[in-house]
């Protein structure tokens, strides 16, 4: 079995691999721009770039929302609806 460590939310002691930066349930919280961010980034084995540092602590601001509110942060959109399209 590869070697394994622990997901990178605050408290969970899930075991994943070295290659992932969190389990599926919190990888399943994030915005598919966030994790984006974090798999352009995540370098394993190597140190981390200011860029990553970034982007992991907004994913686990990320988390932290989801697990108090029970829901994504609202996306921000730039644009107005049109309701009379």
Known sequence: MPHQVECHAIGCRALILPTQVFCDKHLAMLES????????????????????DVALAF????????????????????FEWDDNA
């Open 33 to 52: 721009d966030t994790r984006r961010v974090l798999d352009a980034t995540f370098r394993p084995g190597k140190p981390t770039s200011k860029k990553f």
């Open 59 to 78: 994913a686990m601001n990320e988390i932290l929302f989801f697990q108090t509110n029970g829901h994504r942060l609202p996306v921000n959109r730039d």
